[in-house]
């Protein structure tokens, strides 16, 4: 296929639910387009922080067609649909091509542990040929510290050579910047970090941007960033990106999504938006107070309008 | 519901693929019938060593009525439908209930690590509310080495508390005894180990068996021991004990998935009864005859005639 890289910051959305943990679908396209609409080039629909795997199948393509009927343009979206099993995953990624999609951000089969090198390549080889599309574009998606089994660099760069139409790129979310370094001497392969911590040395070798959870509330001094390392203005992106980076740290992993889902209850006046399903915990409102005025105090950072 | 807690050996059966990986439910509903015909008291489809998370959700409904169709006796059956979201695992929970199985066997949702007591509290209690059936009949599923998120004893009491009508048992497949004693004093609450080291000392203390992948291939001899223990024939118990354990110490962990099925390929000259799923490796033929011939020559085992 005649793949096109989104080169910028990319959102991997939360994913907004009712009181009864029923996905508010109105919600999750006003957030969408929100933040496409305000520095995002691009979004990752059911990556990790949109609790893609709490979410269930029929749920997730229903989303993904509401977006897309909505009017957001599919070749902004790389679709998270890796689950644990061929079929399963084959269905949900089959369905993602047929909307349009840029891509599929496809996590390795993560039930059992300490697969091998083998079983990880045999998956995606099976899989690429279930679905069987031409307009397959896979990005793989490295992030063992939560789903427990990670890409080995030598497997990412195998299934590059072996499937170079099909395997395109890769999000590395380990936040091994030793990790990405190697990803990115893979040629051709399109690697997104999945945090903004060394997106200057990430874009100096070739990365087009990143995929980072703090893009749904910083997408657009993330984008600025972006910009400016991308023009060559590095005086200006560095201390841009320190104030990106100082945001990043004060979200700590996966508790980075109902933080950030209380901070947007807040801003919105919508209670609702801080519901997580289970097993997450949401966070309580004194906590997401304390942690906007910290925000506010400490970084000149508003929820109640975000800085530019 | 009136629950009838299944006594003796439970065999997580394994599941057999075509060799264009699509399970092959003749062979699925003959080896169970075969367990189920020489000793096994009880089966657990679609746990660990039956590959659940690596057959769709389709699939796993399929095979289940297939089963149950071809005449085995639900009532005989506690079927594993834990899945990492609440709407697939209410789905699957609940199509396996409406078919009047005696239990399902739930894992935590294992996706995010870390997470907290109440966010895994919070999953079971909704998933109950969803599955909203007086006959639904949870076994938990603990095998952290695996699926990497745990049930701490105190959510399970907590859990069995709550809910003593719906949660009746767990099975402990994390080979710590000292989980399995404690799980073991909750009042009321039927304790499967999931495995047969330490078969005598749960059974002392309440266990009506145990479910155990070596079930697959030396279903007779477990009976026969759990037998002897629940007779209180413990002089001939324990050296029927230290044949079946000594048994289980030639397979580790979930190689003991690609071992079984090997030998089952040897034993039935059906070479397709050694095919896994990716991500598993298949064991090779030469790995599965040695292995044949170390059972042979050290425990009398044998593979084409398994001893009883």
């Given at each position: 296929?005649?793949?096109?890289?989104i080169?910028?910051?990319?959102a991997?959305?939360?994913?907004?639910?009712?009181?009864?943990?029923?996905v508010?679908?109105?919600?999750?396209?006003a957030h969408?387009?929100?933040?496409?609409?305000?520095g995002?080039?691009?979004?990752?629909?059911?990556?990790t922080t949109g609790e893609?795997l709490?979410?269930?199948?029929a749920?997730?393509?229903d989303?993904?067609?509401?977006?897309?009927?909505a009017g957001v343009?599919?070749?902004?979206?790389?679709?998270?649909t890796?689950?644990?099993?061929l079929?399963?995953?084959?269905?949900?990624?089959?369905?993602?091509v047929?909307?349009?999609?840029?891509?599929?951000m496809?996590?390795?089969?993560f039930?059992?542990?300490?697969?091998s090198?083998?079983g990880?390549?045999a998956?995606y080889?099976?899989?690429?040929?279930?679905?069987?599309?031409?307009?397959?574009?896979?990005y793989l998606?490295?992030?063992p510290?939560v789903?427990?089994?990670?890409?080995?660099?030598r497997l990412?760069?195998r299934?590059?050579e072996?499937?170079?139409?099909?395997?395109v790129?890769?999000?590395?979310?380990?936040?091994?910047w030793?990790?990405?370094?190697a990803?990115?001497?893979?040629?051709?392969?399109t690697?997104?970090p999945g945090?903004?911590?060394a997106?200057?040395?990430?874009?100096?070798?070739?990365?087009?941007?990143?995929?980072?959870a703090?893009?749904?509330?910083n997408?657009?001094?993330?984008?600025?960033a972006?910009?400016?390392?991308?023009?060559?203005?590095?005086e200006?992106a560095e201390p841009?990106?320190e104030?990106?980076?100082?945001f990043r740290a004060?979200f700590?992993?996966?508790?980075?999504?109902?933080?950030q889902k209380?901070?947007?209850?807040l801003a919105?006046?919508?209670?609702?938006?801080?519901?997580?399903?289970?097993?997450?915990?949401?966070?309580?409102?004194?906590?997401?107070r304390?942690?906007?005025?910290?925000?506010?105090?400490?970084l000149?950072?508003?929820?109640?309008?975000?800085?530019?």
């Amino acid at each position: 296929m005649a793949h096109t890289t989104i080169r910028g910051v990319i959102a991997p959305n939360l994913t907004p639910f009712h009181a009864d943990l029923s996905v508010d679908k109105a919600r999750y396209v006003a957030h969408a387009r929100h933040l496409l609409a305000n520095g995002c080039a691009g979004l990752a629909p059911f990556g990790t922080t949109g609790e893609a795997l709490s979410v269930g199948i029929a749920e997730r393509m229903d989303v993904l067609e509401a977006l897309i009927e909505a009017g957001v343009d599919p070749a902004r979206l790389i679709v998270g649909t890796g689950l644990t099993s061929l079929p399963d995953t084959a269905r949900l990624t089959r369905h993602a091509v047929d909307q349009g999609v840029a891509g599929a951000m496809i996590l390795p089969p993560f039930y059992y542990k300490n697969v091998s090198e083998e079983g990880l390549y045999a998956h995606y080889a099976r899989l690429i040929e279930m679905v069987g599309s031409e307009k397959l574009a896979i990005y793989l998606y490295h992030i063992p510290q939560v789903s427990g089994v990670g890409l080995p660099v030598r497997l990412v760069a195998r299934l590059r050579e072996a499937f170079p139409d099909t395997v395109v790129g890769i999000k590395d979310s380990s936040g091994d910047w030793e990790n990405t370094r190697a990803l990115l001497a893979i040629e051709g392969l399109t690697v997104y970090p999945g945090n903004e911590m060394a997106l200057i040395e990430a874009m100096g070798l070739g990365a087009p941007g990143c995929i980072t959870a703090t893009a749904n509330l910083n997408g657009e001094a993330l984008s600025n960033a972006i910009h400016l390392i991308a023009d060559g203005r590095l005086e200006e992106a560095e201390p841009a990106m320190e104030k990106v980076k100082a945001f990043r740290a004060k979200f700590k992993g996966t508790a980075a999504i109902p933080a950030q889902k209380r901070l947007l209850a807040l801003a919105s006046g919508e209670p609702d938006w801080a519901i997580v399903r289970p097993p997450l915990d949401m966070l309580a409102v004194e906590a997401g107070r304390a942690l906007a005025e910290e925000l506010e105090a400490e970084l000149g950072f508003s929820v109640f309008q975000p800085a530019a």
